[in-house]
């Protein structure tokens, strides 16, 4: 049974707008940092933004700053990725991520190994 679930990617015009959904199935996953990387074709996968388990603090990498917004709704089990003036070079499969390591800083949450739980990915698709 998949812990966190992806939803939410498609295809769309640069400058468009696009909210990607992750599900996670377990209420621990409340207190979990949660993340968002991305992965493009022949590329490593990078990370994109955090989330501390509160929601009180966001990280993101310099590329999507003032472009994304991360956000969590523990009543819902849910986090969010709103993604706005999307570019062709944000073309990835985005990837959920979940992190039980509270005793890390923030920026910490930049690494991958970090993450203890990751989802199967939605395609993010921008056209010029």
């Known amino acids: 049974q998949a812990q966190l679930v992806e939803s939410g990617g498609g295809q769309v015009q640069a400058g468009g707008s696009l909210r990607l959904s992750c599900a996670a199935s377990?209420?621990?996953?409340?207190?979990?940092?949660m993340g968002w990387f991305r992965q493009a074709p022949g590329k490593e996968r990078e990370f994109v933004a955090t989330?501390?388990?509160?929601?009180?603090?966001?990280y993101y990498t310099d590329s999507v700053k003032g472009r994304f917004t991360i956000s969590r709704d523990s009543a819902e089990n849910t986090v969010y990725l709103q993604m706005n003036n999307l570019k062709p070079e944000d073309t990835a499969v985005y990837y959920c991520?979940?992190?039980?390591?509270?005793?890390?800083?923030?920026?910490?949450?930049?690494?991958?190994?970090?993450?203890?739980?990751w989802g199967q990915g939605t395609q993010v698709t921008v056209s010029s």
């Open positions: 991520a979940a992190s039980g390591r509270n005793y890390i800083g923030l920026g910490a949450y930049s690494q991958r190994r970090h993450y203890d739980y």
């Open positions: 989330i501390n388990w509160s929601g009180g603090n966001t």
């Open positions: 377990r209420r621990t996953f409340r207190t979990y940092g």
